[in-house]
């Protein structure tokens, strides 16, 4: 039987798609988002995940492009609409699947921005004094240092367990998309960050327990409900950090350090597999993008230097 109302419909396909698909929760919570709000559409018009057309839901889409949602966006929200759809029909709670020949738009190929080696050492000098104590100098230090030495996703760094990094590793063991494990090697400056990081952490940890306070899981605890520093929180530190380093703060991101990291590696000869492994991306044709990036490097490089490329003198 099809649940009553289409936010049990939501939740319930919501729940499925992490018990058995293993979706990641930020995949999870952009859904629920895309999903609530095809609902209130079909609500204003008299409908429901239950009688939804091929013809609404597409009417659906043209709203949203007719509000300015870019191409990524609606490919979101149609592959959610789809997905749950999908559910929907192998459930038994519609006979049909309005939703299967729907055609979306397609999301822009738009090449990852990043960062120059100059940048990033200039981010990681400001890193390490940035923080009004000695401590959130050392975290801050240790979290862009692990940053660009691993490539990994914000979420990834900011709910990494301690236990992850205790006795000074080579590698650490890293849980991506959908539970997916992989290891990623550590340099000798993020091990250095690390180490120092740590012997601070616990001293802080050892005397909270003093007090009676519960240990921390996680490699960098934070005050809220998760337990670990949030992602917001991290976005705005490295914002200010920036800023410090006298780097563009348009162009600093998590994201654009992971980018940086896969850059760089390429740039220096690393095989595109092997980035592709470092970072987790399930389809080498994701990895491949940095190519991209790389050539146009390469090209304003011989633009810029070689010789017959300088206008003649007059």
């Known amino acids: 039987m099809a649940p009553r109302d289409d936010m049990l419909w939501i939740s319930t396909f919501l729940e499925a798609q992490a018990a058995e698909n293993g979706a990641a929760r930020n995949t999870r919570l952009a859904y629920g988002r895309d999903l609530k709000d095809l609902a209130a559409w079909l609500a204003r018009k008299g409908l429901s995940f239950a009688t939804a057309t091929r013809d609404s839901i597409e009417d659906y889409l043209l709203s949203c492009e007719a509000a300015g949602l870019s191409k990524a966006t609606r490919a979101r929200r149609l592959a959610a609409i789809r997905q749950l759809h999908r559910f929907a029909h192998d459930e038994g709670w519609r006979d049909d699947n309005p939703a299967l020949r729907i055609s979306g738009p397609g999301a822009t190929r738009r090449l990852p921005m990043t960062l ?83 012997a601070h952490r616990d001293r802080t940890e050892e005397d909270g327990r003093r007090q009676g306070k519960p240990a921390s899981r996680h490699l960098f605890p934070g005050p809220g409900a998760a337990g670990h520093l949030t992602r917001q929180h991290f976005h705005l530190m490295l914002k200010d950090i920036s800023v410090l380093a006298g780097v563009d703060p348009s162009k600093v991101t998590p994201h654009t350090l992971r980018h940086a990291f896969a ?17 987790g991306h399930a389809d080498v044709a994701t990895t491949e993008i940095y190519t991209h990036v790389l050539d146009d490097h390469l090209k304003s490089l011989v633009l810029d230097h070689h010789p017959l490329a300088r206008p003649a003198k007059t």
């Not at 050492?121 to 940053?147: F, W, Y």
């Not at 650490?172 to 250095?192: Q, Y």
């Not at 850059?263 to 492994?277: E, F, P, W, Y």
């Open 116 to 198: 120059t080696r100059d940048e990033v050492d200039r981010l990681l000098d400001a890193a390490r004094n940035k923080g009004r104590t000695e401590g959130e100098r050392l975290r801050n230090t240790a979290l862009l240092e692990l940053l660009y030495a691993t490539g990994m996703r914000v979420t990834e760094l900011v709910t990494l367990p301690v236990a992850a990094v205790r006795g000074d590793p080579r590698m650490i063991l890293v849980k991506g998309k959908g539970d997916k494990e992989r290891m990623v090697p550590l340099s000798t400056p993020a091990r250095a960050a690390l180490a120092a990081w740590l």
């Open 263 to 279: 850059t760089h590696l390429l740039s220096g000869g690393a095989d595109l597999r092997v980035i592709q492994t470092l970072l």
